[in-house]
């Protein structure tokens, strides 16, 4: 009845520490034994520990599997009976030395996931009170064991969904943090349109864009993708948003700005990380796009008249590859009516289908001629659309950044 009244007990505990010490001196009391042990599993390194003992003078056993009795019962999953522990091979006497205690004998039951079998620990009795362990008591501890090993797993899956959730709910946060970086809204300039989609393969990004206005009065666009994707490329994203917010402060021509950021930048970059980027500098007035190009492509202009397209060629290499790289102005272009500038990561043209076939900058291209009559908004819900179609995951397997900027008068 003692372990009918501890199996009921365990069904409500969810502190590991509890269920633990509930365990082992319910067993011992129920069983009528001397002392228990409750051994966990450590998959990592294949070994079992004592976390809870009763009555031990040792604050931590750990036995690789196979070794000593419980090691064996782990590693054969199978329960054990030893009557003379001392003239057993698997025994090992180092602790009774090093306690002075002196084992007479011992009942190790292995501890298994309802879910799935996988090893959850293992539980070991010494020194039945008044009589050796019998066959009876093996069966009341495989019995027992069950209930022990389903009160464990239902510890490890809740704490389990606790961290989840706590790293779902972090991420979350850098998320919105994130998103706080970007525009909350774009500006209104006077003949253009402008469209931004921004899509993270995870949580939180590597790309960034922005619109600044600069000291010279002109209108800034920056478009920049830090190699990889997730938490190390959005902070470093983050460290350059900053920067540039304060070079903006002071500094209009791009080639410049990006001479400045690239010294800045290069030792949070390590020697794995790099940023392809570029910076725009556009004069509503005159209608005059100059720009700086840190290997960033293919960035996109379109002609109306013509119907065809220019790029915008690198002028530097990405930053990050050279501590000091110097950056040249690219040959100023003139949008006219119509024109459509379209400044976007590798995300949006290299994302696959289940063929693995890349979306690709002509289909983009394409989208563009077809629908290069609709308002830069239209236009970028069309590009989204058939991005996302193009995909067959829930999530890209990297970061999508489109900017859109279209001129609509003369």
């Known amino acids: 009845m003692k372990l009918v009244e501890l199996t009921c007990d365990l069904a409500a505990l969810h502190h590991l520490d509890v269920i633990l010490r509930t365990v082992t001196t319910g067993a011992c009391a129920a069983l009528n034994c001397d002392r228990a042990s409750l051994f966990l599993y450590d998959n990592q390194n294949e070994e079992i520990y004592t976390r809870i003992v009763t009555e031990l003078e040792i604050a931590e056993i750990r036995v690789p599997l196979g070794k000593g009795i419980a090691g064996w019962a782990a590693q054969q999953r199978k329960i054990v009976r030893v009557d003379d522990p001392y003239t057993d091979e698997r025994f090992n006497p180092d602790f009774d030395r090093k306690t002075g205690y002196r084992t007479k004998n011992v009942l190790a039951a292995?501890?298994?996931?309802?879910?799935?079998?996988?090893?959850?620990?293992?539980?070991?009795?010494?020194?039945?009170?008044?009589?050796?362990?019998?066959?009876?008591?093996?069966?009341?501890?495989?019995?027992?064991?069950?209930?022990?090993?389903?009160?464990?797993?239902?510890?490890?899956?809740?704490?389990?969904?606790?961290?989840?959730?706590?790293?779902?709910?972090?991420?979350?946060?850098?998320?919105?943090?994130?998103?706080?970086?970007?525009?909350?809204?774009?500006?209104?300039?006077?003949?253009?349109?402008?469209?931004?989609?921004?899509?993270?393969?995870?949580?939180?990004?590597?790309?960034?864009?922005?619109?600044?206005?600069?000291?010279d009065g002109r209108t800034g666009f920056v478009m920049a993708d830090v190699s990889g994707h997730g938490v190390g490329p959005s902070l470093i994203m983050a460290s350059v948003r900053a920067m540039l917010r304060v070079l903006?402060?002071?500094?209009?021509?791009?080639?410049?700005?990006?001479?400045?950021?690239?010294?800045?930048?290069?030792?949070?970059?390590?020697?794995?990380?790099?940023?392809?980027?570029?910076?725009?500098?556009?004069?509503?007035?005159?209608?005059?796009?100059?720009?700086?190009?840190?290997?960033?492509g293919p960035v996109l202009l379109f002609r109306r008249e013509s119907s065809t397209f220019e790029t915008l060629d690198a002028t530097g290499l990405p930053l990050g590859v050279i501590a000091d790289l110097e950056y040249d102005s690219g040959e100023a272009r003139q949008f006219t009516a119509g024109d459509i500038l379209v400044l976007m990561t590798d995300g949006a043209w290299e994302l696959a289908?289940?063929?693995?076939?890349?979306?690709?900058?002509?289909?983009?291209?394409?989208?563009?001629?077809?629908?290069s009559d609709r308002s830069a908004t239209e236009l970028l819900a069309v590009l989204r659309e058939h991005i996302l179609a193009h995909n067959p995951n829930t999530l890209p397997p990297d970061d999508v950044t489109i900017l859109l900027l279209k001129r609509t008068t003369d």
């Open 110 to 215: 292995p501890l298994f996931s309802r879910v799935d079998g996988h090893l959850v620990g293992v539980l070991q009795l010494l020194n039945r009170d008044t009589v050796e362990f019998g066959a009876s008591d093996e069966q009341l501890l495989t019995a027992f064991a069950a209930h022990a090993a389903s009160a464990l797993e239902r510890h490890q899956l809740l704490a389990q969904a606790k961290i989840s959730q706590e790293l779902q709910l972090a991420i979350e946060v850098g998320r919105r943090i994130q998103s706080s970086f970007l525009p909350d809204r774009l500006p209104e300039i006077a003949g253009y349109e402008v469209a931004a989609w921004w899509e993270p393969a995870e949580s939180v990004s590597g790309d960034y864009y922005d619109v600044l206005t600069l000291p």
């Open 248 to 296: 903006t402060k002071t500094q209009s021509d791009p080639a410049e700005i990006l001479n400045q950021l690239g010294p800045l930048i290069y030792p949070d970059l390590g020697d794995s990380r790099f940023i392809t980027g570029l910076f725009l500098a556009l004069d509503p007035r005159t209608h005059e796009l100059s720009f700086a190009n840190a290997g960033h």
């Open 353 to 371: 289908d289940e063929e693995n076939q890349p979306f690709g900058a002509e289909r983009i291209e394409q989208l563009i001629r077809e629908h």
